[in-house]
């Protein structure tokens, strides 16, 4: 079935540094979203990226997608203590009659001041 | 608050139970979509429905069932309960068929 890797599982940055998250599928996907989930509360939508090669941004954060449509990652600049949370891709893969939004393991991220 | 609504929020049972979770989308979204959080598996997608048929279909196992009722709100029924599905249950929901997906707060289920 359908999956979507993502690494690393878990990264400790000093406040300041730079954060990177991956994930890649091994089927074109149809689009990647992204979601955060703070401890303790639920998966916030970020933003979703639909033609290959995209680059988005939200202030600090860049996404971007892959050529192939396969892959994609997440680069936080300049952490803060704020950005603390799990980052989670999703794969959406375009069934017959629905869609099927697969999350990767997602990362953990932890932000020392 | 993303105005999808899960309930009960905590929900405690024994082993060999069964339970209903509630879940209700967001005004105007049609498609809704169940997924379990455990500490090791990340979030896993179970089951979609979309304006009250199935759509699509994880890795949801066979003592697990949920339908979409004609208001929209869906369930999620658990039965012959095991302590391995011990879980975050979360609902979210979208628009349409396809699209941003809006997560309740969730169900904090724990099988003893």
């Known amino acids: 079935g359908q999956q979507v890797m993502q690494i690393p599982q878990y990264q400790h940055v000093q406040e300041g540094e730079d954060f990177t998250t991956y994930c890649n599928s091994s089927?074109?996907?149809?689009?990647i979203q992204w979601y955060k989930q703070r401890p303790g509360g639920h998966p916030v939508f970020l933003i979703q990226?639909?033609?290959?090669?995209e680059v988005k941004k939200q202030k600090r954060l860049t996404f971007q997608f892959g050529e192939a449509k396969k892959n994609s990652s997440l680069h936080i600049t300049a952490t803060q203590t704020t950005d603390v949370g799990t980052y989670f891709c999703?794969?959406?893969?375009?069934?017959?009659?629905?869609?099927?939004?697969?999350f990767g393991a997602g990362t953990i991220l932890r932000v020392k001041s | 608050d993303s105005g999808v609504t899960q309930t009960p929020k905590h929900l405690i049972t024994a082993t060999g139970q069964r339970v209903t979770l509630r879940c209700s989308p967001r005004?105007?979204?049609?498609?809704v979509y169940w997924y379990q959080q455990s500490l090791d598996q990340g979030l896993q997608f179970l089951i979609q429905?979309?304006?009250?048929?199935?759509?699509a279909k994880g890795n949801i196992l066979e003592r697990f069932s949920a339908q979409q009722f004609p208001d929209l709100h869906s369930e999620l029924n658990l039965s012959s309960l095991e302590l391995g599905d011990s879980a975050l249950y979360f609902c979210?929901?979208?628009?349409?068929?396809?699209?941003?997906?809006?997560f309740g707060q969730g169900t904090r289920l724990t099988v003893v």
């Open positions: 979210a929901s979208s628009v349409e068929v396809r699209g941003t997906a809006f």
């Open positions: 089927t074109t996907l149809s689009n």
């Open positions: 990226l639909v033609k290959s090669g």
């Open positions: 999703a794969g959406d893969w375009l069934m017959e009659y629905g869609n099927k939004l697969v």
């Open positions: 005004s105007g979204d049609l498609s």
């Open positions: 429905y979309y304006n009250g048929e199935e759509r």
